[in-house]
């Protein structure tokens, strides 16, 4: 009888302090922290250390981590039998239904699928036009149903360059490539170039399906080599619309070239050829009228300078072409054929808008030739003498054409400068200041007094309007300050302005000036600057 009263005296004292009962375990405060960090089903656990405690994303779902925690709740149940066990468990509340499931809605598709088509094409067309349709195109494909709808579209690859990848080096990484890029085009060229213009091949060595782009009207092969007669052959009967080739930098055989033309006839528009030891049999089907209606012929050298001259009669290319309007001879040795005393004059050529023989060193372009070439010329706009030197400003003056808009004859590397012409240069502003937009005089050998003069012609236009000039290269000459000043101060649209090597300008001012702005600051400071001693 005794011990049990001592037993219940304890635990009466035991209750006083305030400790729980046997068997009702007291909530602790590291679960109190537990569940406030990580609460169940949230996804995450702890981590803890003897310094720190880290809450991280659960690498498991929560139905997992909440079973491990109803397992060690479990485990510090009192054993069946004590006294604990047997009291009476207070009751729990019944759970809250679960509410009823929301219905489910249709998920967003996105605001590119909400872009009408015509303004996603509108779009998509300014991106092709910026920086072409692949691989642009093909990535927007892959974003969703109305982007792939868009992209599809055979108007928006009309403009298409194909360049296999690690052009020219013979890896097996690029071997692959190239065939993958080759199973592509096999693809795409049926669905995707119906309606292809321009296409641009570089270091193509594959064959090409010239029915699927019945459309084409410009071709140009970059550094292709291997290229057969048969491939340019069906090409042109294949696409009857094309009339535009461009082989510069490729190694083409003339016979494919002249077959070429043969075939294309009429039609031809436009040529670029690389002058080399071929050349002259294509030339040669030029003056028989192979092309009647071609309207732009340009011939230049390569990387690699061809130093063989390049004699053209002028009188037979003006009845092969009387409809060329652009005529390019860059960079070539160039001897026109001598007229000789039986050759009647040719007819000119009455449409040619655009001259140019420009060439890094001296040529033999005289003032004779010029005149033979520009014969029935008097609408020509552009041209472009750079490097001729033995072009005077008399034989310039008795040029048929008007309407000059722009005038190279600068000098570039030239040694000999006592041939130069030291007058005259106000014959070719008096006759043109009017239609001037580009000048460019740079190393020429004209006096200051005759610079003054020529460059006097822009302040008195005719009628009184305002200079069309706007861009004008004075590079080496003896232009004065004050010259520079009424030529700055007469032309109000002046964006250009080249004074380097200019020995008689002040220091600082020796240097190109574009814009405006700069241009105009230019004639502050030459207003401004004290004038240099004679």
Same mark, same amino acid.
């Not at 009647?292 to 009845?319: D, H, K, M, W, Y």
């Not at 012409?421 to 070719?428: F, M, N, Q, T, V």
């Given at each position: 009888m005794a011990p049990r009263v001592a037993r219940r005296a304890r635990g009466a004292r035991g209750r006083v302090r305030g +400790?729980?009962?046997?068997?009702?375990?007291?909530?602790?405060?590291?679960?109190?922290?537990?569940?406030?960090?990580?609460?169940?089903?949230?996804?995450?656990?702890?981590?803890?250390?003897?310094?720190?405690?880290?809450?991280?994303?659960?690498? #498991?779902?929560?139905?997992?981590?909440?079973?491990r925690r109803a397992t060690r709740r479990a485990q510090r149940l009192p054993f069946p039998g004590s006294r604990a066990a047997g009291a009476k468990a207070k009751p729990r509340p019944a759970p809250a239904p679960a509410p009823p499931p929301a219905p489910q809605q249709e998920l967003d598709p996105g605001w590119g699928d909400r872009i009408p088509l015509e303004i &996603?094409?509108?779009?998509?067309?300014?991106?092709?036009?910026?920086?072409?349709?692949?691989?642009?195109?093909?990535?927007? @494909?892959?974003?969703?149903?109305?982007?792939?709808?868009?992209?599809?579209?055979p108007a928006l690859w009309h403009t298409v360059t194909l360049s296999p990848p690690l052009a020219g080096r013979l890896t097996k990484t690029g071997a692959? @490539?190239?065939?993958?890029?080759?199973?592509?085009? #096999?693809? &795409?060229?049926?669905?995707?170039?119906?309606?292809?213009?321009?296409? +641009?091949l570089i270091h193509w060595k594959s064959q090409l399906a010239s029915e699927s782009c019945p459309r084409l009207t410009f071709l140009k092969l970059s550094d292709c080599h291997g290229v057969t007669p048969n491939t340019l052959l069906m090409l042109a009967r294949a696409c009857p619309q094309l009339h535009s080739l461009d082989i510069q930098h490729s190694t083409v055989e003339s016979m494919a070239v002249v077959s070429f033309l043969e075939e294309v006839g009429p039609r031809m528009r436009k040529l670029w050829l690389t002058y080399n030891s071929q050349t002259t049999a294509i030339?040669?089907?030029?003056?028989?009228?192979?092309?009647?209606?071609?309207?732009?012929? #340009?011939?230049?050298?390569?990387?690699?300078?061809?130093?063989?001259?390049?004699?053209?009669?002028?009188?037979?290319?003006?009845?092969?072409?009387?409809q060329l309007q652009v005529l390019r001879l860059l960079n070539l040795v160039w001897l026109p054929k001598p007229s000789g005393r039986a050759v009647t004059p040719g007819p000119g050529f009455p449409s040619l808008e655009e001259l140019c023989l420009a060439g890094s060193t001296c040529n033999f372009v005289s003032n004779e030739a010029l005149g033979r070439l520009l014969r029935g010329s008097p609408n020509l706009r552009l041209l472009d003498l750079r490097g001729c030197a033995r072009i005077t400003p008399a034989g310039l003056h008795d040029l048929p054409c008007q309407e000059l808009e722009q005038l190279h004859l600068g000098l570039y590397g030239m040694s000999d400068r006592l041939t130069l012409?030291?007058?005259?240069?106000?014959?070719?502003t008096h006759k043109w200041c009017h239609t001037l937009?580009?000048?460019? &005089?740079?190393?020429?050998?004209?006096?200051?007094?005759?610079? #003054?003069?020529?460059? @006097?012609?822009?302040?008195?236009?005719?009628?009184?309007?305002?200079?069309?000039?706007?861009?004008?290269?004075?590079?080496?000459?003896?232009?004065?300050?004050?010259?520079?000043?009424?030529?700055?101060?007469?032309?109000?649209?002046l964006l250009y302005l080249n004074l380097e090597s200019c020995r008689c300008l002040p220091r600082g001012l020796k240097r190109a000036y574009r814009g405006p702005e700069e241009v105009q600051w230019c004639l502050e400071q030459l207003l401004t600057s004290p004038p240099s001693p004679s």
């Open positions: +400790t729980p009962p046997a068997g009702a375990r007291a909530r602790s405060a590291e679960d109190w922290w537990w569940d406030r960090l990580a609460p169940s089903g949230s996804g995450y656990h702890l981590l803890q250390s003897d310094s720190m405690l880290l809450v991280l994303p659960g690498p #498991e779902p929560a139905r997992a981590r909440a079973h &996603l094409l509108q779009i998509f067309g300014l991106l092709v036009a910026a920086d072409g349709p692949m691989p642009f195109l093909g990535r927007a @494909a892959r974003v969703c149903r109305r982007w792939h709808e868009a992209a599809s579209q692959k @490539a190239e065939k993958k890029l080759l199973a592509s085009l #096999e693809w &795409l060229m049926p669905n995707r170039f119906s309606q292809l213009q321009r296409l +641009t030339l040669g089907a030029l003056l028989g009228s192979c092309c009647p209606e071609l309207q732009l012929l #340009e011939v230049s050298t390569g990387i690699n300078r061809n130093n063989t001259p390049l004699q053209l009669p002028v009188e037979a290319l003006q009845r092969g072409c009387p012409a030291k007058e005259g240069s106000s014959l070719l937009r580009e000048l460019d &005089l740079s190393g020429q050998g004209f006096s200051e007094k005759d610079l #003054e003069q020529a460059l @006097a012609a822009f302040s008195g236009t005719p009628g009184g309007s305002q200079p069309a000039l706007c861009s004008l290269n004075l590079r080496g000459t003896r232009v004065t300050p004050s010259t520079v000043s009424s030529v700055i101060s007469s032309c109000p649209g």
